[in-house]
């Protein structure tokens, strides 16, 4: 080989070598654009995301929006705000105080054995019952099935009394109600599911309605806070003439104390 090939050879290989190193070296600028890039968009996202929520978390909540609404009461209600639920014959010298919350246990258990004995005792006219609705379980373990159970109350009040504790039956009947710490009345579906077994509730197009549309919730916080006020600490509680009465266990137990009560 020539020395002047070799020349050239040399120099055409120093000429690749460079053209390489020159595109290598776009192709690291474009991928440090890139990456720069990339970066910037999610600071930016970020910044967004946290900015959004910043927003929302100034933003008031269902309940608080409920809380302004327009008072609507339900049918069958008195006093003021409607959180006087009286159910009974108006000829019955004695009044039961029922102070319940609709996620409560204790409740429920107390439901389960001794509601159905209050029904037929109220229906005899032994005595009425005024109801006082609780939503402090809400608060306790989070959630909002208190508040629209409650509120779901007031659309069964609506319809009529009996509908109303047919309802608050099925609400703690030993098949529907749920844990305490699982909110399933939070969901309307599950409300509406509930008042399908209760005959004066099912295929009530007006009932489903106010529950869906919430018609009754600012009645439920009004009704929540007449509980707030009336010194019970606890659910469920029973007095009579503003003594309480220790809740039994068991349908004659609770005929017992209601008799001894009644007498006094």
């Not at 107390?110 to 019952?129: I, N, P, R, S, T």
């Not at 373990?141 to 509908?163: M, Q, Y």
């Not at 659910?235 to 007498?263: Q, R, S, V």
Request: hydrophobic share 40%; net charge positive.
């Amino acid at each position: 080989m020539s020395s002047r090939n070799s020349h050239a050879n040399k120099a055409a290989a120093r000429e690749r070598l460079r053209a390489e190193r020159e595109a290598q070296a776009k192709k690291d600028k474009v991928r440090r654009q890139l990456t720069v890039g990339a970066a910037v968009l999610a600071v930016l996202a970020l910044a967004g995301v946290i900015g959004y929520a910043v927003v929302q978390s100034g933003q008031p909540g269902y309940w608080d929006k409920a809380a302004k609404a327009d008072l609507i009461k339900p049918k069958n209600t008195e006093g003021e705000d409607g959180t006087t639920v009286v159910v009974g014959k108006p000829e019955a010298k004695k009044t039961l105080e029922l102070y319940e919350d609709s996620r409560c246990p204790a409740c429920a258990s107390f439901e389960q054995a001794v509601g159905e004995q209050v029904k037929k005792d109220v229906d005899a006219g032994k005595y009425k019952l005024r109801y006082f609705g609780a939503t402090f379980i809400d608060n306790a373990v989070k959630g909002d099935g208190s508040k629209n159970a409650l509120s779901a109350l007031g659309a069964a009040l609506n319809v009529s009394p009996e509908a109303f504790l047919d309802y608050k039956a099925a609400l703690y009947s030993k098949e529907l109600h749920p844990e305490e710490t699982v909110d399933s009345f939070a969901k309307d579906a599950y409300l509406l599911k509930v008042a399908d077994t209760v005959p004066a509730l099912k295929g009530n197009a007006e009932f489903k309605k106010a529950v869906e549309d919430g018609t009754y919730d600012r009645w439920a916080l009004k009704m929540s806070d007449a509980f707030g006020k009336s010194g019970v600490t606890g659910t469920p509680t029973l007095k009579m003439d503003g003594k309480k009465i220790e809740t039994p266990g068991t349908a004659d137990a609770f005929t017992a104390a209601i008799d001894k009560a009644l007498a006094g």
